[in-house]
């Protein structure tokens, strides 16, 4: 690369970065990169200060635009490791808890990277616990969803549990709670206990013996309709914390499960059943978000109250990502009211949807490890995960050209020709042959910018002048440096890419989410397979979606 491109090209890394290209900062870039600049230092900085201006006019995204024709060594940092507390090599067993109802997005992947990496790093085991105890929402396709997701990552569980499976062990520890007074089952309507918690007052079910609470009991599991009754723990209903005021523990749900069938009526609350699986599991670290902390008060007073072992509590913060849902309960809506194509749609932060969208594995475990176990709150853009990815994509990706809104202009004076041209430029993956006729289609966009009688190069072939714009005509022009380089086709196939954008904006579905961008491929592009990963160049990363309807559909990954 030439000193001047070597210049550019850090001018315009320097300004995406930092907002204001510094030339002394570009100089000493450009110097370990070619160390003859130094030579004459006044024409470098000379140089620069051209860079400079040029790339200072420039917007954001047409900076980031130009920046996806070079390659940048990347910084080789060692990896953070994770600490956990009182933890003991050879001995920690974490869990990875999933409710099997839906289908598992980048938060999951962050909580199980962070459950299965602690286990590794201390020579332990990590537990897939299924936490299914709720037989409305959930189902077997969500389980083998949540597998199929945590074997893409390449994560590997040591052992998987079921928590339905352990209902008889929470019957009886909720019988001897009952047996100690320190439960009661409470009959009444939702309102009048949302204002008990509120005021603080107790109902008259909290003051019945136990005999009555044991036979209440019974009649959940066989005569009260769902709603009619809950356990409820005999706490301070006064208490500052809200979640100690008479929390329920089990409730009453009719829907057959998709494990255990019409066997149980009776289920426990989350609050109820972690504790006891925790314990009776052996984990010593149980990590969740920092969402459950206030929980933290109950967790450690039911084990208490059951007399068994204290796991080590580990909350870190819940990921986000701005303007993607992350929860079910926006994702789903989207999905059955078809605003989105289904579970695995690209604008969607679902592991269907990244793999999809061309997003690396490996690139959603650096992003979501870079955060570690903090509890600092955080609400990163795309732009976090897209450019882990493209570090991962950049020396593997074969290189394409892929010509978007067409235009045809007529090379005159030109004959037939075929080229072999680089599969990659700076990886050695071969050649690819393109031929030449006495046309090209190169980007209207591009086109509309270049003025009569100004040189281009149209990438990897030769310098052109623009003669004829009404007539689209150029002809040959010397060898050189020019400024604008235009990638083209002449042999070529359809092929449309899928953009995704925001799917949010302010909180709202944006109906412009999905940009639909046709355009002309080369014709090597045929060779490839769906699922296949290509850069298409001066455009960026993207993953062949399907054949359709004559025409080759990628999806932008970035």
């Known amino acids: 690369m030439s000193l001047t491109e070597t210049i550019r090209k850090h001018a315009l ?227 500052q914390n809200t979640v100690m005021r008479d929390p329920s523990l089990f409730r009453i749900i009719d829907s057959e499960h998709y494990r255990q069938g019409k066997n149980y009526r009776v289920w426990p609350t989350y609050d109820f059943e972690a504790p006891i699986m925790d314990s009776a599991e052996g984990i010593t670290h149980a990590m969740r978000t920092k969402e459950y902390e206030l929980r933290d008060e109950l967790y450690f007073l039911l084990l208490k109250l059951f007399g068994i072992r204290n796991p080590e509590l580990v909350e870190f913060s819940r990921l986000s990502i701005k303007n993607a849902p992350i929860s079910k309960r926006f994702i789903t809506p989207l999905v059955k009211e078809g605003k989105v194509a289904g579970w695995d749609d690209p604008r969607l932060p679902t592991l269907k949807g990244l793999a999809r969208r061309g997003i690396l594995p490996e690139a959603i475990r650096n992003f979501v490890l870079s955060f570690g176990l903090s509890k600092v709150e955080s609400e990163p853009g795309w732009d976090r995960l897209l450019s882990e990815n493209r570090k991962l994509l950049e020396p593997r990706a074969s290189h394409l050209f892929f010509v978007p809104d067409p235009i045809k202009i007529h090379l005159l004076n030109a004959q037939p020709r075929e080229l072999e041209l680089k599969g990659h430029p700076n990886e050695n993956i071969g050649t690819r042959p393109m031929k030449v006729s006495d046309f090209v289609y190169i980007p209207r966009e591009d086109f509309e910018k270049i003025k009569e009688g100004e040189t281009f190069r149209l990438k990897d072939l030769c310098n052109v002048k623009l003669i004829s714009k009404k007539n689209f005509e150029v002809e040959s022009a010397p060898d050189g440096m020019v400024e604008k380089k235009i990638q083209w086709v002449s042999d070529y196939i359809p092929a449309e890419v899928l953009r995704p954008h925001d799917l949010l904006v302010e909180g709202m579905y944006n109906e412009r989410s999905l940009e639909k961008i046709y355009g002309y491929a080369e014709k090597n592009a045929a060779n490839l397979k769906p699922g296949h990963m290509v850069q298409f160049e001066r455009f960026g990363f993207c993953r062949l979606d399907a054949n359709k309807d004559g025409k080759q559909v990628y999806i932008y990954s970035c």
């Open 13 to 239: 890394k320097n300004a995406f970065d930092f907002g204001k290209p510094n030339p002394g900062a570009i100089a000493g870039k450009v110097i370990a990169e070619f160390p003859d600049a130094k030579k004459d230092m006044k024409e470098t900085m000379r140089l620069i200060g051209e860079a400079v201006s040029e790339v200072g006019k420039l917007r954001k995204d047409e900076i980031e635009h130009k920046l996806k024709s070079y390659a940048f060594a990347e910084k080789k940092q060692e990896e953070k490791k994770l600490a956990l507390p009182n933890a003991e090599y050879g001995k920690v067993v974490t869990r990875f808890p999933p409710e099997p109802s839906g289908y598992p997005h980048i938060g999951h992947a962050k909580a199980a990277f962070l459950d299965y990496g602690c286990a590794k790093e201390y020579g332990g085991k990590m537990i897939l616990r299924f936490d299914d105890t709720n037989p409305e929402k959930e189902s077997q396709e969500y389980v083998d969803a949540i597998k199929e997701g945590l074997r893409w990552l390449g994560i590997e569980w040591d052992s998987e549990s079921y928590t339905s499976d352990s209902m008889p062990l929470f019957y009886e520890y909720a019988e001897k709670l009952i047996e100690k007074e320190a439960v009661y089952v409470c009959t009444c309507a939702q309102e009048q206990i949302s204002e008990g918690r509120s005021t603080g007052k107790p109902c008259a079910c909290k003051s019945l013996g136990k005999e009555e609470a044991l036979a209440r009991w019974k009649k959940m599991h066989a005569d009260y309709k769902p709603g009619d009754a809950i356990l409820r723990l005999k706490s301070d209903l006064q208490a």
